[in-house]
């Protein structure tokens, strides 16, 4: 494990969006795009969790995204974040605040 400082850390923004919209990518068996709601913008974000996950499982839930990466283009679409989510036994575990939270906030 590498250690980070907390400067390094400090440097993500990591923010709670509310799933608005998924769909299967099509010609493709892992990728699902989401519409997420981060308050003051709505960004797209493909995450892999298809082979895991239908897309309407994601819709309304409220998830941990790192927002300020550099947009990514997966199969000819651009993602611009990233989910969080835990691995236990080979399956993603998705994340959520303890109550719901206005889409947007920060995680600190």
């Not at 299967?24 to 995450?47: H, P, S, Y």
């Not at 651009?78 to 036994?89: D, F, K, N, P, T």
Request: aromatic share 4%.
């Amino acid at each position: 494990m590498e250690i980070v400082s907390l400067a390094d850390l400090q440097k993500l923004d990591i923010r709670i969006g509310k799933v608005l919209h998924a769909e299967r990518i099509a010609d493709t068996n892992k990728l699902i795009r989401l519409e997420i709601d981060f308050g003051v913008e709505t960004r797209q974000v493909i995450t892999g969790m298809a082979e895991f996950f239908e897309p309407s499982h994601f819709i309304g839930k409220e998830i941990p995204v790192i927002v300020n990466l550099s947009p990514r283009n997966i199969q000819g679409i651009e993602s611009q974040g990233m989910i969080l989510a835990v691995e236990a036994a080979g399956r993603p575990v998705l994340l959520y605040p303890e109550q719901e939270v206005p889409p947007g906030s920060m995680v600190r």
